[in-house]
């Protein structure tokens, strides 16, 4: 096999940003994942299929302490500190050219360490390292009908939120409140259509969301989920807004903990900014949801309809080559956090700021440094109204 070198590898790549020279357009949102497909790779023997991937290590310290303080926010459910082999990830694929003609291709993401015992476990931290999760498994196909229809069939991910499964793609080490809420994957089959140049529209029906087909407890009925997207990209490629709808129906456990024949129904906007006077230096992005989850009966008798809505503001700037320093702030509120993909919380608010410095030490290693504190309403358990979080990231990619 031979090496070859695909692009710069840019600070960019490991804060969230695109890779590119200072003046090149920001990408959207969901286009923060493919900056790790953008680097270093491995070429096989067969044309056109390659490999790449990277090694995330961190250490998180918990000053609150005590096990999963976080969790009610989404985070990393970190006891006072822990050591985390948090993923080597290894992308397998061949990918459509940019040529509008009958041709087809595939990908696997897989990843291995802590990550994957969350992914696997509904977004349960524990302290394995050895777990494995299949984030997307897939072919994709392009039928060259007007600008080119590309189908895929597998595992994707989901077209939801502004974070993404990589968390060295994002702007921040830990997980988001708004990440934690929405569906990573779905397994099905997916249409996309660009329109021109700056529209593109997108389809999805599958299993329910993640890897869920069934209801809660195993009941027999079959649950489905249908996902639709609509991406505006200003000329010049440095904004776009994206709006998508999820809802599923029968099933929904990985979203809301719902049995029987229940619907559940989200709204996500994602909006994202590099303002050209900044040359590049300056990311702006703001994500907003709204979830409603009809008659839910998790545990108990009560049955009624719960709701969830939330906002979060992301910022990143690029102050010189090896600098750079990160923001996010967001809030949620559940009228009832048992029912939602909220694990082991009693609070219904939860805000979170998070601060992030970005350094690229050498060619494909980047290291970061996290401080992040969570405020939210829940007086049943001491100690847990206010939880303050420091993290040390480093990422290799190859």
Request: glycine share 12%; charged share 20%; aromatic share 14%.
């Amino acid at each position: 096999m031979k090496k070859m070198i695909a692009g710069l590898f840019g600070m960019a790549l490991m804060s969230g940003a695109a890779f590119a020279d200072a003046g090149a357009p920001t990408p959207c949102a969901k286009d923060l994942s493919k900056a790790v497909e953008k680097v270093n790779y491995v070429e096989t023997d067969v044309a056109g299929v390659r490999m790449n991937g990277y090694v995330d290590v961190s250490y998180l310290y918990n000053f609150t302490g005590g096990a999963d303080v976080n969790r009610r926010v989404g985070s990393d459910g970190a006891h006072s500190g822990d050591f985390n082999l948090n993923v080597v990830k290894l992308t397998i694929e061949k990918p459509l050219t940019d040529k509008n003609e009958w041709q087809a291709g595939f990908r696997t993401d897989l990843m291995f360490g802590k990550d994957a015992g969350a992914f696997n476990n509904n977004f349960s931290f524990g302290d394995t390292t050895s777990e494995f999760f299949l984030e997307q498994g897939y072919v994709v196909f392009r039928a060259p009908y007007g600008n080119g229809i590309d189908i895929k069939a597998g595992k994707f991910a989901s077209w939801l939120g502004y974070e993404v499964t990589e968390r060295p793609a994002n702007l921040n080490i830990t997980y988001g409140q708004m990440y934690a809420l929405l569906p990573a994957t779905m397994t099905g089959v997916s249409l996309e259509y660009p329109i021109n140049n700056n529209l593109d529209l997108g389809l999805a029906v599958g299993n329910g969301a993640d890897d869920n087909n069934y209801g809660l407890l195993g009941e027999s009925n079959d649950g489905y989920g249908i996902m639709a997207k609509v991406n505006y990209k200003v000329d010049g490629g440095n904004a776009n807004w994206q709006n998508s709808v999820y809802y599923s129906w029968d099933s929904s456990y990985e979203i809301a903990r719902v049995r029987g024949n229940n619907n559940v129904v989200l709204y996500d906007t994602v909006f994202n900014w590099s303002p050209k006077f900044t040359n590049g230096k300056l990311l702006l992005g703001v994500n907003a949801d709204l979830g409603y989850a009809q008659g839910t009966d998790f545990g108990a008798a009560d049955s009624s309809s719960s709701t969830l809505w939330g906002a979060a503001g992301y910022a990143k700037y690029q102050f010189t080559d090896l600098f750079s320093l990160a923001g996010r702030v967001a809030y949620v509120h559940l009228n009832d956090p048992e029912k939602f993909r909220y694990y082991d919380s009693t609070a219904h608010d939860g805000t979170s700021f998070t601060l992030t410095a970005g350094f690229n030490v050498v060619e494909n290693l980047v290291i970061r440094a996290e401080y992040r504190v969570d405020i939210g309403n829940d007086t049943t358990d001491a100690g847990r109204d206010h939880a303050h979080t420091a993290a040390v990231q480093a990422v290799y990619t190859f």
